[in-house]
């Protein structure tokens, strides 16, 4: 069977909530300027739309992680590959990711960004597979909560692959 593309939450949808996101974290950060840190590359999309939707002072920085483990699970252990440009002492950071799947990536990121002394940090995601968890974080911000199933677009990959689609889907017909 040919791979194909089955949306799963069309752009219209998309759209719609991550305006709604925008509203309540402007409401939330209101008197505040938000840091946001951009999960590379998965993050990219959804933080870019999203700041344009922030009506408070935003200021933005990325960065990069990578799990490894010693065989094809990841760890877990998260090992920094691009680090923020700019210490986040005394700012209100806001995690922006694609998805929260197994929890592990987000659970040992802020461990490591809480070390580095944030007046607050909390969490937005665009999607949430709560039934994958298997570390325990605290999201505070979820676009849509999503059933276990491989989606892609908006960011997401499949072999780096789909990024660029403006919906979020399940890919079919791989093994
Ligand atoms: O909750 P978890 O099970 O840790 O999975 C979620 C993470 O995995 C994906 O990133 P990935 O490491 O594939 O890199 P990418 O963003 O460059 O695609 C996704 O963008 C999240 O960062
Ligand atoms: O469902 C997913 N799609 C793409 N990348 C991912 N990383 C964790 N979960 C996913
Ligand atoms: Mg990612």
Redesign the pocket.
């Known amino acids: 069977m040919a791979e194909t593309i089955r949306v799963l939450v069309p752009e219209k949808e998309v759209d719609k909530r991550i305006e709604e996101l925008g509203k309540k974290i402007s409401e939330d950060y209101a008197g505040k300027q938000v840091h946001l840190i951009c999960?590379?590359?998965?993050?990219v999309f959804f933080m870019c739309e999203l700041a344009k939707r922030i009506t408070v002072p935003v200021s933005m920085d990325f960065m990069?992680?990578?799990?490894y483990g010693a065989g094809t699970e990841?760890s877990?252990i998260v090992k920094i590959v691009k680090d923020l440009d700019e210490p986040l002492e005394g700012k209100d950071v806001l995690i922006v990711?694609?998805?929260?799947?197994?929890?592990?990536?987000?659970f040992h990121l802020m461990k490591i960004l809480k070390e580095r002394g944030p007046k607050s940090m909390h969490i937005c995601t665009l999607l949430d597979k709560p039934e994958?968890r298997v570390e325990d974080v605290k999201v505070d911000y979820v676009g849509f909560n999503i059933p276990d199933e491989f989606v892609v677009g908006y960011?997401?990959?499949y072999a780096q692959k789909y990024r660029n689609l403006p919906f979020i889907g399940v890919v079919e017909g791989v093994e």
């Open positions: 999960v590379l590359k998965g993050g990069s992680v990578s799990s990841s877990g990711e694609d998805i929260i799947d197994s929890g592990r990536t987000l994958r960011g997401l990959d």
